[in-house]
């Protein structure tokens, strides 16, 4: 398990340092690990404090080259070519292509890649940011997660590191962060958004009424999906919804429907339709009886 700790805290540290950046910053270090740690399930390594940030910090690459304070170089240290140095070095993994976004109805099955090259013995990590979760290393899955699996491919050098996460949920939502353990963590980020299809709630919805003439009602409609969707009102037979007496629209959007002194005249079905963008629109038949 030792170089897993690297990785691990690596990962985790990365997943604190904030959503714009990957830098590890030191004072993070001793504080929040524990809490990362656990967030894992699973992994309760203890991580070393500062180890890695002095790591970090001791790997610059000092081979004479003279950084003014903004951080250009000013100076190339002598005779020091800089592409026959470079050859002697062997190249680090990079990416190779960007992590796509994808949107997908909830109980598909999708695969994200990463892509690589030069990976060398390096590993390629998995996670989700916003959970703090470290879904896989290399070839092994870290999480306890059944729907989670990790593939490569093996005929391409081990550049495209595929997650693969099998009947998405709406948990599933954000960002995987797909990460390179070198001495300063390379990571890349892709979205995975999911959505739901509206789904009305029978029994938080109002059923069949049969109310007195000039009563007030009130009518309910409750939807649950991804984004949240949004309910109409309308009458089944197109005729306008009388509100009130000064009040009569053709459609009416919102959670409830309340009708004012309620007359013979608005007796029959009204629908309550929700939508999210994502079909199939649902909809619910409602009687209003009056009694006069
Ligand atoms: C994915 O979405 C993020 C944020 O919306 C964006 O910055 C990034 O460029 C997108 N990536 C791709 C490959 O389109
Ligand atoms: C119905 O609502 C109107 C307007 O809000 C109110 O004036 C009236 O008293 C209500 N009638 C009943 C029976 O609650």
Redesign the pocket.
């Known amino acids: 398990m030792g170089p897993w700790y690297l990785i691990g805290a690596l990962l985790l540290l990365s997943a604190r340092a904030g959503d714009s950046t990957n830098k590890i910053i030191p004072q993070q270090i001793g504080s929040s690990h524990t809490n990362a740690a656990n967030g894992v399930g699973g992994m309760h390594h203890h991580i070393p404090k500062n180890s890695i940030a002095t790591n970090a910090v001791n790997n610059n690459n000092n081979k004479g080259t003279v950084l003014s304070g903004n951080g250009v170089i000013v100076a190339g240290g002598g005779s020091i070519s800089p592409s026959s140095s470079l050859n002697t070095i062997t190249e680090e993994p990079e990416f190779t292509e ?4 994808v949107t997908v109805p909830a109980g598909r099955n999708i695969k994200l890649a990463c892509s690589v090259k030069n990976l060398g013995s390096y590993k390629v990590a998995w996670m989700h940011f916003e959970q703090s979760a470290i879904l896989t290393v290399h070839n092994h899955v870290i999480t306890r997660n059944p729907r989670i699996s990790v593939t490569h491919d093996k005929h391409d050098r081990h550049r495209s590191w595929y997650l693969h996460i099998n009947n998405v949920q709406e948990e599933d939502k954000g960002r995987y962060m797909c990460q390179i353990n070198t001495v300063t963590a390379k990571t890349q980020f ?2 995975l958004n999911v959505v739901v299809p509206p789904n009305i709630d029978d029994s938080l919805s109002s059923s069949d009424v049969i109310v007195r003439e000039n009563s007030n009602i009130s009518l309910r409609c409750k939807a649950t999906g991804s984004p949240k969707p949004v309910i109409k009102w309308k009458r089944d037979d197109n005729s306008r919804i009388t509100i009130s007496k000064n009040h009569i629209v053709s459609e009416w959007e919102g959670d409830t429907l309340e009708l004012t002194r309620i007359s013979r005249l608005d007796m029959g079905a009204y629908l309550c339709i929700a939508s999210n963008g994502v079909p199939p629109t649902v909809s619910k038949r409602i009687k209003v009886s009056v009694d006069y």
């Open positions: 960007y992590i796509e976004n892709g979205y």
